[in-house]
């Protein structure tokens, strides 16, 4: 049971980065397994600080081996800057990185297929990253993606383009779009294609014989359970699985070698782009929160939405992957609140125990309704006192002042999932273990 997956617990952007670059120091393989560059992980170490989005993070370890599975699709613009980037750090990914030919593309079109419907939609729309994530996954469940496979043949890639190029110029025509050249593509994608090739292989038989001697793998998913397409709040999710067991399907792994699922989690809540968000703050303690944590998006730099952690939502995400422990990060975000709530369920809004003094009100559970439902539902809380003392250079867990180890055993037992790790900051040493 050599495989630990490491799934954001909440809305994405939870620190999961910076957890798994922590275990790739130990590992032999850090794989991806879903989404593409709508993700975006900081990682800081000795080498610097990288924003990545497609490179799984075992970058900096010369002897780990980072795959992409076949779950992922790739935009080959970001993949070259990024292997660029890692190699101007005098880090080699040569033989070290293995992307599965089985991933799709993102073609030119995918983004501003997205742009129409996200416009076309007006106030509903998802607030994506705008990286093309639903149409190229669309056209890949659909039977009409383009595989990286399909980018070493120009004649196979001229008529499978050809087709899209027609459906596609149709649509952009209808919209005052200007139409996509076939050969411009051909080219563009070829020439990119040319930069990696020797990187395009199928991990699948290096996975198996890992797996077979044991060796220590680590996947990551990226974004967060939230925005899972079948669990997270749709329409306001994204279009991967990004649940544990999608490592399954998107890498070949199957459950069985599963023996470790790590929920990165915040100590407190945030989301970046539109959807249902019970526990948001949209007064001076969200903003607190934003300026404390500096909660602003990695790929776009949107200001992210913050509120108290919602312990309801993490205990469904910790059932959904089976997670045996979560990695409880920016505590220190929490150091100057005197007073922190904590979600632990819903009910219909303006009817919470709370506004009802004395009346028994059953709460709610996120997986009883969709994303409309939970709109109109409101947490019930609890409140417990702040610590008000910087946690930053604590690195010891019995260090941390006693309400800060109070929160954490509370938020430990209303997840019903331990807390392994908590982290403090943005280093590597700020990741603390959770004594049992
Ligand atoms: P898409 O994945 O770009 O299609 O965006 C769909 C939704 O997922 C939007 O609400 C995005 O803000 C959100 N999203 C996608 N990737 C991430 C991520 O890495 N962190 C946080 N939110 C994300």
Known sequence: MSVTVVIGAQWGDEAKGKIVDLLSQEADIVGRFNGGDNAGHTVVNQYGTFKLRLTPNGFSNPRTICVIGPGVVVNLATLIAEIETIRQAGISLDGRLWVSPRCHVVMPYHPLVEGIYERAKGAASTGTTGRGMGPVYADKVSYNGIRLADLADEAALAEKLGVQLKVKNALFKLFNIDELNLQNIIQEKQAQFAQIKEMVREPFG????????DARIILEAAQGSLLDND??????????????????????????WVG??????????????????PTELLDQD?????????????????PRRCGWFDAELVRFTAQLSGMTEVALTKLDVLDGMPKIKIGVGYCPKGHCK????????????????????????????????????????????????????AYVRKVEQLIETPVGM?????????????PR
Do not use: N
């Not at 908590?422 to 959770?434: D, F, K, Q, Y």
């Open 354 to 405: 709370s506004d009802l003094p004395g009346s028994e009100v059953r709460l709610a559970h996120y997986w009883e309704g969709d994303a409309r439902w939970l709109e109109a539902q409101e947490p019930e809380y609890i409140e417990v006192d702040g610590w008000m003392e910087s946690t930053k250079d604590v690195r010891a867990f019995e260090q941390l002042p006693k309400l800060a180890q």
């Open 206 to 213: 290096l996975v198996q014989e890992a797996l077979r001697k």
């Open 231 to 256: 669990w997270g709040t749709y329409p306001f999710c994204t279009a991967s699985t990004t649940i544990a067991g999608g490592a399954a399907g998107g890498l070949g792994i199957a459950p069985r």
């Open 286 to 302: 969200g903003e607190a929160l934003r300026q404390a944590g500096a909660e602003f998006g990695t790929v776009t730099g949107r």
């Open 260 to 277: 470790r699922v790590i929920g990165v989690a915040k100590a407190y809540t945030t989301r970046v782009g539109a959807g249902p968000f």
């Open 422 to 434: 908590v982290s403090t900051g943005p280093e590597r040493e700020a990741i603390i273990p959770v």
